[in-house]
C-alpha cells in the first residue's frame, strides 16, 4: 500500500522528517518548530529530531490562550524559542493540527480534553482471545473517523487461537469495518508483525487505541524490540547505566514510523457519559428494570416501578429529571456521531474511488 522506505532513504531525511514533520508551506522557519514528545505536568519534552528540549509556555501564549483544546498535546506541532546550550525552550504557538484525538470528560458539561495530536494512522487494537465486542469495534472506528486518522484494524494474542477462529473474527471484524484493514499478529511468535509494518510507513504517526488488557504495552514494545535491544546495549556498554526517568509518550520505530502510545489515549472512550451514567444512576436503572414493560417511557404506563418510586419517595423527582436530561444528552450525541459517521464514511468512499481512478489511470500511462 505505502512504498517502502530504506535505510538509505530513511537517513536522507531531513531532522524534522524523521520525526514525522509533513508540512508543506515553506514560509515557515523549521529552525524554530518542534514536536511534542511528551506532556509533562507543567511542562513538555519537545524535539527537533536532533535535540530534546524541556519547553514552557510563553507568558504571551498563557495570557491568549481561552480553550483547554488550545494547549499542546502529544504530537503537536510547536513553534519554539530555543536555549540551545541549555536544552531548554519556550513554546510561542501550536501550529494548525491535522487530526486530533479529543476526549471527552464524563458528566453533563461537555469539556473536551486534547489526547494526541496529528497522527496519520489509529490501530485499533482487540485480542483475538476474548469474545468480539463489535458495538465497541465501532464506536472506536467512529472516533478514529473522528480524529481525522485513518484507522487500521490489530487483532492481537493469533498465537491463542487456531487458524479457522481467526478467520472467523477477522470475517466478522471486516463486516463492522469494511474497507479497513485487519490484521491478525501475536506479540509471542511475531507472526503478522511484517503485515502490521506494512501498514506503518516511516514518517507516519500511528496511535494506539484499545481496551485494557488486549496487549497494547506489549506490542508496543514488539514493534520497538530492536530500538529497545540497542538502547540496552548502549546501557550495557556504559558501566553506571543510564536512567532516563522522563515516560516516553511518542516513539520512534526502527523503520522510522512513529507510535503515540499515552495514558489518555487508553483511557479514551468514546461516550464516557454513557458508562459513567451506568454506575451514577444506577438507583434509578434498578427501579427501572422493575417496570412492567421493557420499553416504559414511566409516564402514564401500567406496572411502572419508577412513577411508584417516585410517588413513595424512594426516587426524588430532581433525581429522576437529571437522569432524564442525561439521557436525551446522550441520545442528541449519539444522532450527532451517526449523521457524522455517515457524512465522513461517504466521503472516504469517494476518496477510495478516486485514488483508484487515479492509480488505474496512472498504470494505463505507465504500459
Ligand atoms: N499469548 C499472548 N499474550 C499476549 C499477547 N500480547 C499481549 N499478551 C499478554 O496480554 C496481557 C496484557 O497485555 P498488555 O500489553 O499489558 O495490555 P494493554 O492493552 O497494554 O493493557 P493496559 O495497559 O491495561 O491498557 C499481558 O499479560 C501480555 O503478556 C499476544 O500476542 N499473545
Ligand atoms: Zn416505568
Redesign the pocket.
Known sequence: MFPPINKEEFLNLSNLEKIGWAYDSQDMNREAVARVMTVQKNSYRISDGNIEYLAHLSGKFLNQVTDSLNFPAVGDWVDVHKLQDEQKAVVNRVLPRKSQFVRQAAGTKVEAQMVAANMDIVLI?S?LNHDLNERRMERYLLSAYESGATPVIVL?????CAADEVADVMARVEEVAIGVPVVA????TCDGIDDLMAHLPAGQTAVLL??????????VNTLLDRAVQETKDIRAADSKGRHTTTHRELFVLPNGALLIDTPGM?ELQLWEGESSMDSAFSDVETFERECKFNDCRHDTEPGCRVREALENGELSEERFQSYRKLQRELAFERRKQDQRAYLEEKNRWKKLKKQRQDHDHFLKKRR
Open positions: 487494537v485480542s492481537t494474542k493469533k498465537d491463542e499478529i501475536s506479540n509471542v484499545g481496551s485494557s488488557g488486549v496487549g497494547k504495552s506489549t506490542l487508553r
